[in-house]
């Protein structure tokens, strides 16, 4: 039997626990006057109630309605309400300490007991006390309702336990029930349990009353009687519960005794008592399902006892938590204790079934340890074939089971955890009829696994060996492990294992004696093989990795919620389970939600729309899903645009899920086959360049903006139709007179002139004249308006002799002056008629302004599929609209230097060259400098690193460099070192008057055979850390960042000797990110605003700043500012934590002193006021942009240069370590070495 943990939280003492009877919530009440409200399936706090005046000693959920009850030492009762988090009413009337409350299943009643020595009962509907229960003379520490009896248990300090009739209490205070009151004659015949020590039916203590006169208490009722006073304790009494369906009662005393009771019609006995407590037994209660007691008592103990049998089955022990109360939940197998230091939530032993799959069958055993047989083909379950009862200790769950068809056999594998585990073969029966095993062949071992026909293999925790065996059980091969870190041995292949540890999963062949591959992955607990064998999936509790069968990582995913199983399906999908969902992940990692489950489930196969699925009752189900979506996804990956076709015609695949995954896939076109909204399918076939589906939405639409969208969008393509359509809709008449001129539609345009006079708009019938040309339409209009000047020399320069006279003579007649002949005016000759230039192309066709072709998804819906190929074109050249801007000549000038680049026109050498051209000296040709190569050259030719083109001042190569190897795309920042660079590996010597200057150039020593150029740097980067140290130091913080950065940048534009000299450079790298990235969180934390909205983040921020990897005497400060913070508002084990990690590094001293202090406080309440997502003892990187914690297991992205984590929302974005790189940009790696 193995205790596994669920849930813990960590508080002050909790004095009482309840699960809620349908969601993942769990109540605690403290001793500090808190009740807590937890998720204990998500291990967050939902909410906190603090009204009570002292210690909360009980609390309860009620069965069906959204409200709680509590109980404390301010003598009061509250019923509160989980919709709006508040006290509903307070119900008084006990005089001392509440101890216990509790609902009635079914009637609208509170029970509740108390140190005033009754027991009451309470109408919370209309808040009246409805019975005073008397008869104790001590403390009552307990009182519970019978699950579906009138009858009460109370137990008390006055060393007794009572049942009490509450029928007549019913009959007074509800209608009659429909069903006996009592317990039935069927219940009080003896229990058979083979090998009892003592019958059920042998009265030790009894104290029936039974008088047919009703009796009365002190106070003269009797609508409650005390039915049966049970005595045998020695000491107080502290609890007492009723078996949930058996006419039985377990207690527990200060006597550190557990008893059990038994209850007839007519009298009550103990049957035997329990030992093994070594101090108060504090609570105990029957499981719900199995015949187990389960204890807890100030022993710090939880111990399982036998029900049948009396016997310890299995203690678990805590160091310095006394356990004060255990809770189960009303319908799964979960307990949970309060203790100490917070509570626990836990189950006893795995419910998941062990099961093999061999080809359509699937091998399971069940509840009641018998193997059973489901036939996926026929969707049949079989009858039990065999009974592994006899396997084990009756407590045990088997763990695996591992089939051999050839042999017809099973493996099964039960206690592993302790030193008892131990493997078993069994061969399984040719009859369908219930038998037991006709031969066991078992043995010690852990992990067990058939790895061929007639070979498995079994591990040995005892000499850390991995024991190979024969069907005879026989060991013929022993391979001996260093470690002893294995969780599981599973199958890996015809003759391998795959050997799952701590930290690592390995592929062993147990055949060669020889490991074939490894992956780091943490805790993996399982594996689910793909069907062709190519893909496993890893699973961890919340971490998902996919491998190929190579142990070559292809994608890790993270999950908030526990993933229980996994299972590929025939297209290779893997899907996997939760606590509360079947979902789905392609290899690229794209994934989604298929189905929300009510209970968990253990994905076992997948077959088109159906999941087959294990239960924890262990049976079999088959749950139908919907396969469509990821199918759809992965035919989209796969450019499948036949099956993506298929699926749009076929399937009801709808939802902005799905439209929102295509737009960020770029697939526009196959998202407008889902979309029915208007305004949605008009944004999508403008995006996709679809003019014909957005014309159709843009008239339903009928928006000036979406108008002038689409006349944009056709005007790009040369639509001239519907731009045509667009200027008319929104009558923009200049812009349609000029649509018509280049379209050359000279018949529209004069329609446009004419419209224009109508309209008299003056200004656009002289602009439609000029796109006509008419000159003398033109020439009267400014006539008419009174400008002889322009109208005279429009009519004179186009021939118009006749209105050249008119418009004279109409000037003159208006100014009174002589009329002047057109034959008087000089014009030169070279002035001739003025024409407009015509349209060169048909204006009745289109034009591409923009090239919109037709996607793949597109020619499939036409049928024009074939001869496609499906490769799509990748630009793999570097970005370079940032290295541009190095190429200035004010840079540098290039005819001093002669910095020339050799250029070669055919990169591919000469086709025609014979090989007699070639010298026979290879070497002497290699060795010696061709003629008429510069030096800078050679300095480009011979450098491997952007350092090397840099100094030879061919910044645009140097920049493709950088960005094909570190993703660089913003190169400003390098600007100041690249002319350093360039500037101190060259010499200008003047020469005397009236002779050339002298030019020379800065090689590298040892680089005369082949050129190399100097790179300064490397000499001063341990001088600029240590200015980095002291900027720190004096907390000039924005400083040091600069400091820290421009180390970067000297490191980009560096060229170094040898390995080592690179490796210092990466180092002093990875220290600049993590400086930078904790002072970029320290700025961030003092640049919040003193709010209390804040508070949180401001604790959260100084708690990250403690991850950050820096030097123990820097990080001191960083623990300081959080050890304060955190004390300052009251996160009390937050502080403790920081403080002892202060103490660590810093033990003397007056820091140490209040360090010392804080921690001694701080321990002492224990609680933290604020939540914040931090825990120190998670690993998890920062998000460098948003300063949030990535978890192990989540997706991210790195940026190349410096390794810094993002989020994958952050993707290329710039990054804000180095301020040049791009995040998740490909990157081939640094490279420092010059030659």
């Not at 065996?469 to 391979?479: E, F, V």
């Not at 050339?996 to 055979?1009: C, L, T, V, W, Y």
């Not at 033990?1147 to 360090?1155: K, L, P, W």
């Not at 992205?1197 to 952050?1210: D, R």
């Amino acid at each position: 039997m193995k205790m596994l943990t669920k849930f813990e939280s960590k508080s002050s003492r909790a004095k009482c626990v309840a699960f809620h009877p349908k969601r993942p919530w769990i109540l605690v009440s403290l001793h500090s006057s808190t009740i807590q409200l937890w998720d204990y399936r998500m291990g967050t706090l939902i909410d906190r109630f603090e009204e009570h005046d002292g210690p909360v000693r009980s609390v309860a959920f009620h069965p069906t309605q959204p409200i709680f009850v509590s109980g404390g030492d301010d003598y009061t009762i509250k019923i509160w309400s989980l919709t709006t988090r508040k006290c509903m009413y307070t119900l008084n009337g006990h005089l001392d300490y509440v101890r216990s409350v509790c609902f009635h299943n079914e009637l609208p009643w509170i029970l509740s007991c108390s140190d005033d020595q009754t027991i009451r009962v309470w109408n919370f509907i209309n808040r009246q006390e409805i019975c005073v229960i008397t008869g104790h003379n001590h403390y009552v520490m307990s009182a519970q309702f019978h699950p579906n009896q009138d009858l009460i248990v109370s137990a008390s300090l006055d060393q007794t336990v009572r049942v009490w009739d509450i029928s007549g209490l019913r009959k007074k205070h509800s209608a009659p029930s429909g069903g006996a009151l009592s317990m039935s004659m069927s219940m009080t015949s003896s229990i058979n349990i083979p090998g009892a020590p003592r019958s059920f039916d042998d009265p030790f203590v009894i104290r029936g009353m039974n008088s047919g006169v009703p009796q009365q208490d002190i106070f003269g009722n009797t609508d409650v009687v005390v039915k049966y006073v049970l005595e045998g304790h020695d000491r107080g009494v502290n609890w007492a519960s009723f078996h949930p369906t058996l006419p039985l009662i377990v207690s527990g005393g200060d006597d550190r005794l557990v008893k059990l009771w038994r209850m007839s019609e007519t009298k009550a006995w103990e049957v035997d008592t329990c030992r093994g407590h070594t101090n108060n037994v504090t609570c105990t209660l029957f499981h719900p399902t199995q015949d187990l007691i389960i204890s807890v008592g100030e022993d710090k103990t939880v111990r399982t006892w036998d029900l049948n049998k009396r016997t310890l089955v299995k203690q678990f022990k805590r160091e310095k938590d006394r356990f004060w109360l255990i809770s189960s939940h009303p319908n799964i197998n979960l307990f949970a204790t309060a203790h100490d230091s917070g509570v626990m939530v836990f189950k006893l032993e795995r419910e998941r079934p062990a099961h093999s799959i061999s080809q359509n069958q699937l091998y399971f055993i069940n509840k009641d340890k018998q193997v059973q047989l489901y036939d996926y083909n026929r969707n049949e379950c079989s009858s039990p074939l065999l009974s592994l009862k006899k396997i084990g200790k009756p407590w045990s769950v088997f763990r695996t089971l591992s089939y051999n068809p050839a042999e017809r056999s099973i493996l099964v594998t039960t206690g592993f955890e302790d030193n008892n585990s131990l493997y078993a073969l069994v061969s399984l029966p040719s009859s369908s009829v219930l038998s037991d095993p006709s031969e066991i062949r078992q043995g010690s071992g852990s992990f067990a696994v058939f790895i061929a026909r007639n070979r498995f293999v079994v591990y040995n925790k005892e000499n850390s060996s991995l024991e190979v065996k024969d069907l005879n059980n026989a060991t013929t091969k022993a391979i001996k492990f260093d470690d002893n870190g294995i969780i599981d041995v599973v199958y890996g292949g015809a003759g391998s294992v795959l050997i799952l540890k701590k930290n690592a999963v390995i592929l062993y062949n147990v055949q060669q004696k020889k490991q074939i591959a490894d992956i780091s992955v943490n805790n993996v607990k399982y594996v689910s093989w793909s069907l062709d064998g190519q893909y496993l999936a890893l699973l961890s509790k919340h971490t998902i990795t996919i491998v190929d069968k190579k142990l070559q990582l292809i994608i890790s995913m993270h999950e908030t919620i526990r993933i229980k199983s996994a299972a590929w399906d025939d297209t290779g999908v893997l899907l996997y389970s939760t606590l509360n969902h079947i979902k789905y992940t392609l290899l690229n990692g794209d994934n989604g939600i298929i189905k929300t489950l009510d209970n968990t489930v253990y994905i076992t196969k997948i077959h088109g729309s159906s999941c087959y699925v294990l239960t924890r009752a262990g049976t079999v189900e088959v749950i139908k899903i919907d396969p469509t979506e990821y199918r759809f996804k992965k035919a989209l990956v796969n450019k499948n645009f036949n099956e993506v076709l298929r699926i749009i015609k076929k399937s009801n695949l709808v939802g902005q899920n799905i439209i929102a995954y295509l737009q960020k896939k770029g697939y526009p076109e196959i998202a407008l086959q889902f979309v029915e909204d208007s305004e949605t399918r008009f944004e999508l076939a403008i995006e996709c360049g679809n003019l014909d589906i957005a014309y159709e939405e843009a008239k339903k639409l009928d928006s000036k903006t979406s108008w002038e969208t689409l006349g944009h969008e056709a005007l790009q393509q040369g639509n001239i139709k519907i731009v045509e359509f667009v200027y008319q809709k929104l009558t923009l008449m200049d812009k349609l007179s000029f649509f018509y001129l280049i379209t050359g539609d000279s018949d529209k345009l004069a329609k446009m002139e004419a419209i224009s006079q109508r309209r008299q708009n003056i200004s656009s019938f002289i602009q439609n004249s000029i796109y006509l040309n008419s000159s003398e339409k033109r020439a009267k209009v400014f006539l008419q308006q009174g400008n002889y000047a322009l109208a005279f020399a429009i009519a004179t320069s186009n021939g118009l002799e006749d209105l050249s006279q008119e418009i004279l003579q109409v000037q003159a007649a208006e100014e009174g002056e002589e009329v002047i002949s057109p034959d008087q005016i000089f014009l030169p000759n070279e002035i001739g008629q003025a024409s407009i230039l015509t349209p060169i192309k048909d204006g009745t066709q289109s034009w591409p302004l923009k090239q919109s072709t037709t996607s793949l998804l597109e020619k499939a819906i036409m049928g024009q599929m074939e001869g496609l190929s499906l490769d799509e074109h990748v630009d793999n050249s570097p970005a370079t609209k940032d290295a541009s801007q190095f190429n200035d000549e004010q840079i540098y000038d290039e005819e001093i230097y002669g910095d020339e680049v050799a250029v070669e026109d055919d990169a591919w050498g000469d086709d025609n060259l014979e090989v007699s051209d070639v010298g026979e000296d290879i070497d002497d040709v290699e060795d010696s400098q061709a003629p008429g190569i510069t030096e800078v050259a050679q300095w480009i030719r011979n450098s491997r690193c952007a350092a090397g083109h840099v100094a030879a001042g061919s910044f645009d190569t140097a920049a493709q460099l950088l960005n094909r190897q570190l993703g660089i795309v913003n190169f400003e920042p390098l600007r100041k070192r690249f002319l350093e660079v360039y500037q101190c590996s060259k010499l200008y010597l003047p020469a005397n008057e009236g002779l050339p200057s002298i030019n020379a150039f800065i090689r590298k020593e040892g680089s005369d055979e082949k050129p190399l150029p100097f790179i300064f740097g490397f000499d001063d980067l341990d001088k600029k850390v240590q200015e980095g140290y002291r900027l720190f130091k004096v907390n000039n913080l924005k400083d040091a960042i600069e400091i820290f950065r421009e180390i970067i940048y000297t490191i980009v534009v560096l060229g170094v000797s040898d390995k080592e000299e690179e490796t210092k450079c990466v180092d002093i790298l990875h220290l600049c990110r993590e400086y930078i990235l904790g002072l970029s969180i320290e700025l961030a934390r003092r640049s919040l605003a003193p709010s209390p909205e804040n508070v949180k983040r401001n604790l959260e921020l100084a708690a990250y700043f403690t991850k950050v990897k820096l030097h123990p005497s820097h990080r001191v400060n960083a623990l300081q500012v959080a050890m304060t913070q955190s004390f300052k508002n009251k996160n009390f084990s937050s502080a403790s934590y920081f403080a002892g990690e202060f103490l660590k590094i810093v033990r003397s001293g007056a820091r140490a002193e209040t360090a010392k202090k804080i921690k001694n406080k701080a321990d002492q309440i224990g609680k933290d006021s604020i939540e914040i997502d931090f825990d120190p003892y998670t690993e998890f990187d920062i998000c460098a942009k948003s300063f949030v914690p990535i978890y192990k297991g989540s997706r991210f992205v790195t940026e190349a240069l410096v390794g810094a984590k993002y989020q994958t929302s952050e993707e290329g974005k710039l990054c804000s370590i180095t301020k040049i790189s791009q995040i998740g940009a490909p990157a081939s790696g640094l490279n420092l070495i010059i030659a």
